[in-house]
């Protein structure tokens, strides 16, 4: 057994071999390392003018998008959907941790307490396409403009795991019942 830590949320990764993502925050494998690839103080980071707002508008996104997937995981006629998007929900969750940690913000509150949805699962999931395509936009832009390494990374990796999102809500639409 190996024990790996993911850079991006910090979590430990037990296991033979390490997954294609982060089962905490969807990081890709990359991102699985040996525990001392993860150095105590690797979120000390000392953010810009413009990389504090975009740390803000990152908290802001990743909280409206957990509380949009948790009122999704409420419903209860097609389990599947509901499971797949808790599943949603607590990546989401762990990336405004991350962005939280970062920028030395105390979690939202209501971080956890489902938000409204549109009482639809095909509705639900376009939406989603929307908050995914709009998170790997905008993730992309912070990414490019970051000059703190560290942030750079992060922004680059979360990008890369709202793309995945976008490709999950294809394949969620085929479980959509007419
Ligand atoms: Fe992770
Ligand atoms: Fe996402």
Known sequence: MKMLRCRICGETYLGDEAPSQCPFCGAHREFLVAPEGYPSDINEVAPTEIERQDLEAAIELERSNTRFYLGMAQRD????????????????????????????NPKPADLLEPGATNDDWAAD?????????????????????????RLREVFGAVAAVERDHIDFDALARTYVRP
């Open 125 to 149: 999931i376009a939406e989603s396409l929307e908050r995914e395509r709009r998170a790997s936009a905008l993730y992309a832009e912070f990414t490019a403009r970051a000059t703190s390494v």
């Open 77 to 104: 006629d097609n389990d599947a959907l509901r499971s797949a998007y808790k599943r949603l929900a607590r990546i989401e969750a762990e990336h405004c941790s991350l962005f939280c940690k970062l920028a030395k």
